[in-house]
């Protein structure tokens, strides 16, 4: 038998849960932030499951566009941080990219070039994220030159991020939308500014375009989730199995360092899984993992390849049966990334893009076969 660790990706909740972002925002067109291998799920197949319903798409990098146009994905993409060197101007044309344009160097690059076609390109705009972006002022003025430079630059958007959005107390993120609003209509400019969280929650930030990322995956970025969040669909299952089981005395330690220590007579399962697959080492003792459809807990440290769960109180558990560490599992109960990310003190971002290359990823749905072959 192979190791049972894998990365169940069901396309048909990416469409769901891209089709929720659009229902909420009926005046936008919602790009499908597909960056850093959309967030762990892989980006071709990804692409591929919504390229009927998504008029566009977006990363990080060229890199990352070269990877979709490879695979024969022929939707605009922008590359949410434009160039990184004057070079890749010429492929930013051949590939026919989007590109925001976040600084002055950037903007020199674009203006000296001369491309065969203009090239559409996206402001950004620091609006109060302080991380990439031209101050309103200066913003504008890029937007004046690039205007004058129809040769160059078409299609010209402003872009902004949140820092809070997710947040319930909504004063930062007012503050933001109130320079954006200003300065939007001083230039009578479309706008692209909302991630999950205001796609979600702040329809005033809903412009000519979204940029909704984490919720297409059904991950619920809200600090406090609203009703629409809770319809988000998980896309990954990161599902094993156990492999061993252990029946202990009351106070026997278990794994590394001997967090866990029995405080009764305990059954510990041993699950394939572990750091080297991306499983967040961080993780508590009494983080969930669905046992046979079954919430169980974590029961010690997070090794390399395996982890130890208490199945005192799943008698019917036993080699072989079925564990998710998140997502759905074969009897519908779901186990939400966020739960477990919070256990891990972390995001589920993070536990979503680290999963790593050795777990097999299988698609179902989409516009895949159902048994799911990997995108080619
Ligand atoms: C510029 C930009 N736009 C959109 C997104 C999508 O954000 P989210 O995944 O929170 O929807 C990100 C993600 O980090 C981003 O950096």
């Known amino acids: 038998?192979?190791?049972?660790?894998?990365?169940?990706?069901?396309?048909?909740?990416?469409?769901?849960?891209?089709?929720?972002?659009?229902?909420?925002?009926?005046?936008?067109?919602?790009?499908?932030v597909l960056k850093a291998d959309a967030y762990g799920h892989g980006a071709v197949a990804c692409a591929r499951a919504l390229a009927d319903i998504a008029p566009a798409l977006a990363v990080a990098s060229i890199e990352e566009a070269v990877t979709l146009r490879e695979a024969g994905i022929t939707l605009p993409v922008v590359l949410l941080e434009g160039i990184f060197e004057a070079e890749e101007l010429d492929r930013v044309a051949d590939l026919g990219l989007w590109m925001a344009v976040h600084s002055d160097w950037q903007l020199e690059a674009l203006l000296a070039y001369r491309p065969a076609r203009p090239i559409p390109v996206w402001i950004k705009v620091d609006s109060g994220m302080h991380r990439l972006g031209f101050t309103p002022e200066a913003?504008?003025?890029?937007?004046?030159?690039l205007r004058a430079a129809p040769d160059r630059a078409c299609d010209l958007h402003l872009m902004s991020h949140f820092a809070t959005a997710d947040r319930v107390d909504t004063g930062y993120f007012r503050q933001q939308m109130a320079r954006l609003e200003a300065l939007g209509e001083r230039l009578a400019a479309p706008l692209c500014l909302a991630n999950s969280p205001a796609t979600l929650a702040r329809p005033e930030a809903h412009g000519a375009w979204n940029r909704p990322g984490v919720m297409l995956y059904g991950s619920d970025p809200l600090e406090a989730g609203n009703e629409t969040s809770l319809r988000l669909a998980p896309v990954m299952t990161l599902r094993s199995a156990i492999i061993a089981v252990r029946d202990l005395p009351a106070g026997e330690p278990v794994g590394y360092g001997g967090?866990?220590?029995?405080?009764?007579?305990?059954?510990?399962?041993v699950v394939a899984a572990g750091y080297g697959d991306g499983y967040d080492r961080h993780a508590v003792d009494g983080t969930p993992v669905l046992v046979a459809g079954r919430r169980a807990t974590l029961a010690g440290k997070v090794s390399m390849d395996m982890l130890t769960v208490d199945l005192t109180d799943i008698p019917e558990a036993d080699v072989g049966s079925e564990v998710v560490l998140w997502g759905r599992a074969a009897n519908g109960e779901v186990l939400g990334v966020d739960e477990v990310a919070r256990h891990c003190d972390t995001i589920s971002y993070t536990l979503l893009t680290g999963v790593l290359p050795r777990v097999p990823r299988r698609y179902h749905g989409g516009h895949l076969d159902q048994g799911g072959s990997p995108p080619r």
């Open 1 to 32: 038998m192979a190791r049972p660790l894998i990365a169940d990706i069901d396309l048909d909740a990416l469409r769901h849960n891209y089709r929720l972002a659009c229902s909420l925002a009926p005046h936008s067109r919602a790009l499908a």
């Open 139 to 145: 913003a504008e003025a890029a937007w004046r030159r």
């Open 259 to 269: 967090r866990w220590v029995a405080s009764r007579p305990s059954r510990i399962g």
